[in-house]
């Protein structure tokens, strides 16, 4: 089978561009570019990032989003783990009939994958397609409005995301990117390093609204950028089992366990 991760890099390689071009353009991280090319996939977090950076890296690329798309089913489906009992049997004692089920219940599996992709498969703009754009630009191009339940983008120093609730706007803003990232939002400021999530009340009803997790810091350059992944949850979502957490309320500090609504 065709190898998902080297028709990547020979494309790449063919137009001449490098790894830091690729990010800067396509505002995917350069982790997570390589982490393609090699088909590392667990380093992304989940499959629906996996398949939203897949189909823009392929249209930047001059590629087919769907043929790549339908390469990574196909790896996924290989990976799935052989039952032990065929592991103990061995191919050499394994039934003639057994085995040509197997190749059946595969075609099967395929053929409903590709069924299922075509069928249900969102076009490049819609949540899983394309991350990035899940937030809408307001006013000013300084801040952005979440309209969507995830979303996963670079954001430069000072600018920030809108979040309606219940009809209100609540401002999360990035207030300086250096070693970590500071982020100013309802009641105080909330530091994150890369690799942390954190939870967010953000209108103080003692429930969670969001969580952000910080991918990546990009210090290098005069524009300072910060990798930050937004997830919207459930209304009336109550914090549990999150080692790192964090509450707002209006007049409060995030994570003080004093303020009026934090979470504790």
Same mark, same amino acid.
């Given at each position: 089978m065709e190898s998902l991760g080297r028709k990547l *890099?020979?494309?790449r390689e063919k137009h001449n561009y490098n790894l830091e071009q690729v990010a800067r353009d396509t505002h995917i991280s350069k982790q997570y570019i390589e982490a393609l090319e090699?088909? %590392?996939?667990?380093?992304?977090?989940?499959? $629906?990032?996996?398949?939203?950076?897949l189909r823009n890296y392929a249209e930047y690329l001059g590629l087919n989003p769907e043929e790549l798309v339908g390469l990574y089913r196909n790896l996924r489906i290989q990976e799935q783990p !052989?039952? !032990? %009992?065929?592991?103990?049997?061995?191919?050499?004692? *394994?039934?003639? %009939? *057994? &085995?040509?089920?197997?190749v059946l219940f595969g075609v099967v599996v395929i053929a409903v994958g590709v069924f299922l992709l075509v069928r249900f498969g969102l076009p490049r703009g819609e949540k899983l397609a &394309?991350? &990035?754009? $899940?937030v809408k630009p307001a &006013?000013? +191009? *300084?801040?952005?409005?979440?309209?969507e339940d995830a979303i996963t983008r670079w954001y430069s120093q000072e600018e920030g995301v809108s979040v309606p609730l219940d009809g209100e706007q609540y401002q999360v803003k990035l207030a300086e990117v250096a070693d970590t990232l500071t982020l100013k939002v309802p009641g105080g400021t909330l530091n994150l390093a890369v690799g942390q999530i954190r939870q967010l009340d953000l209108d103080g009803d003692a429930a969670?609204?969001?969580?952000?997790?910080l991918n990546d810091l990009d210090v290098t350059g005069g524009n300072r950028r910060a990798n930050l992944s937004i997830f919207r949850l459930p209304r009336g979502a109550l914090a549990s089992?999150?080692?790192e957490t964090a509450g707002?309320?209006? +007049?409060?500090?995030?994570?003080s366990g004093t303020a009026p609504g934090a979470l504790k």
């Open positions: *890099r020979e494309a090699e088909e %590392s996939f667990g380093v992304i977090p989940g499959d $629906t990032y996996v398949v939203g950076f !052989m039952p !032990m %009992s065929e592991l103990l049997q061995g191919p050499g004692t *394994r039934p003639r %009939s *057994r &085995a040509l089920l197997f &394309a991350p &990035a754009a $899940t &006013a000013g +191009g *300084r801040e952005y409005v979440l309209s969670v609204d969001i969580r952000l997790q089992g999150q080692p707002a309320a209006p +007049g409060g500090i995030p994570g």
